[in-house]
């Protein structure tokens, strides 16, 4: 495996019993890229985060560097009702002392106070919960951060807001980070790779040449606007 | 005050502590019932020493422990919630108990006897809740992040599988040692009631875990003392001091 690579996958298939979910998948991540997958309802783009991170088994190759130290950021987190769980303590559980836990919700474009740190994570809006989980994967500075889709249950103003901290993140902090994501907005094009994902690869390779509308058309089964 | 309140105090004080710590994780991983099926389950063992005339804990503990096994052997096996799977292995258990359970033992099994504790029953039973309260400290935070996210979790490193094991066992033992407190019907509120009237008080988790397990000592000491004062079955009072506090913790509930 070349230095500069920390994630190689190679013929992966996953199948749940019968039902073949990803097939013969083949690609790489380069230290500091930003890769973004593509696909509509159902293609595998979670499925593939979550075999990557070994929750799921799976047939192929998939090798990593060395101590990657990874951070995830999944789809679903649901804090169970009235769990009188702070951000302080949400973020102990990472053994974050107070000075990471601020730098890492600011990186987020959340105003650190004791106040905050106090704050039940269940009476955190959606896009706060978002970046306070963002926050976390990242306060222990792992190697590569998974996003499974984070500007779900979303509105417009805080997919705003998230897509600055994670296009700052990725550029100043210079991690790797694997975006699962339904738009084609501009952290796609920011992207070093996008792969387009339909149960198989659809498309591999740098932004410019992947969205296009033809192959947008073709990814999600109608035409789309950019 | 004699010897022997001394002791059903002090087994009140430790097995109500470590039940109401529990609580506050069973609650948070919506297994509020399984600490009440899982006293049932324990009824074939507690039928045989209430039979042989040894501790009933002795006798719960085995058949928790085949009754927990088997739930996490179904567990791995099928995809069935673990809450169905308690209960397929609750109600198989209270009807093996009672095709030989002795009538007159029925009102024993079902809501316990603290008056004849001894001093080695007494020394067991500490040892035992000051053990698994440090094992559930100490696994506190991984069984926390693992009932909201199991994925992340893993992904950080926590092995899942392994540490609901050890909670599972940690429910064992807190359930075979509270039968001696409340019996096997009552079991499940010793667990659930401490830890909800705390959490409706609660501002953070360290509150609602210690909060659970201070309700849980004083509903014990409260229900023994009226059992003292009353002479009837110390469990009910358990249990009745217990819910008096989750009604009072109604007043106090943080929105």
Redesign the interface.
């Known amino acids: 495996m070349d230095k500069d690579i920390v994630l190689k996958v190679e013929n992966l298939n996953v199948a749940f019993g019968e039902e073949k979910v990803i097939e013969d998948l083949s690609f790489d991540l380069k230290e500091k890229e930003l890769l973004v997958i593509l696909g509509p309802n159902g293609a595998g783009k979670s499925t593939l985060l979550?075999t990557l991170?070994?929750?799921i088994p799976y047939e192929g190759k998939i090798q990593w560097k060395n101590s990657v130290h990874?951070g995830?950021v999944?789809n679903?987190?649901?804090?169970?009702d009235?769990?009188?769980?702070?951000l302080?303590?949400f973020f102990?559980?990472?053994k974050d002392s107070p000075e990471k836990i601020y730098k890492a919700l600011e990186w987020v474009g959340i105003k650190s106070s004791d106040k905050i740190l106090?704050k039940?994570l269940y009476a955190l809006s959606s896009g706060q919960l978002r970046r306070t989980l963002i926050a976390w994967a990242m306060s222990d500075d792992p190697d590569i951060i998974f996003l499974d889709e984070p500007m779900l249950f979303i509105d417009i103003h805080g997919r705003e807001t998230i897509y600055d901290s994670l296009t700052r993140l990725w550029e100043e902090k210079n991690q790797s980070i694997i975006l699962v994501s339904h738009e084609v907005g501009e952290v796609c094009k920011k992207a070093d790779k996008v792969l387009a994902l339909n149960k198989i690869k659809l498309f591999y390779g740098p932004p410019k040449e992947i969205i296009t509308p033809q192959n947008l058309a073709k990814i999600y089964g109608s035409p789309i606007s950019l | 005050m004699d010897l022997q309140f001394l002791y059903s105090l002090i087994v009140g004080i430790f097995i109500g502590g470590v039940a109401g710590y529990l609580g506050s994780l069973m609650i948070?991983k919506?297994m509020a019932l399984v600490g009440d099926a899982l006293g049932h389950a324990a009824l074939p063992g507690i039928a045989l020493a209430l039979i042989y005339g040894f501790n009933p804990s002795w006798g719960a503990i085995p058949a928790l422990f085949l009754g927990i096994l088997v739930i996490w052997f179904f567990e791995m096996h099928t995809k069935l919630p673990m809450e169905a799977l308690t209960g397929i292995v609750f109600t198989a258990s209270v009807a093996i108990a009672f095709l030989f359970l002795p009538e007159s033992q029925v009102s024993n099994a079902l809501i316990g006897d603290i008056s004849k504790i001894s001093l080695s029953d007494t020394i067991f039973s500490v040892i035992l809740s000051i053990i698994v309260f440090l094992i559930l400290k100490k696994i506190f935070?991984?069984m926390?992040?693992t009932?909201?996210?199991e994925?992340?979790a893993?992904?950080?490193h926590i092995d899942t599988k392994k540490y609901n094991f050890i909670y599972l066992v940690c429910i064992a033992i807190v359930v075979a040692l509270g039968i001696k407190v409340t019996g096997s019907l009552l079991m499940g509120a010793l667990v659930i009631t401490p830890a909800a009237a705390a959490?409706n008080m609660?501002?953070?988790?360290?509150?609602?875990s210690f909060g659970a397990l201070i309700i849980g000592v004083i509903s014990c000491v409260l229900g023994i003392l009226l059992f003292k004062v009353f002479s009837l079955p110390a469990g009910p009072f358990v249990i009745l001091s217990a819910t008096s506090i989750f009604l009072i913790s109604l007043i106090f509930k943080?929105q």
């Open positions: 979550k991170l070994g929750l990874i995830y999944p679903e987190f649901i804090i169970p009235n769990l009188p769980l702070n302080r303590e102990q559980f990472k106090e039940k | 948070t919506r935070s991984k926390i992040l009932s909201i996210s994925d992340v893993r992904v950080e959490r609660a501002s953070n988790l360290f509150q609602y943080k």
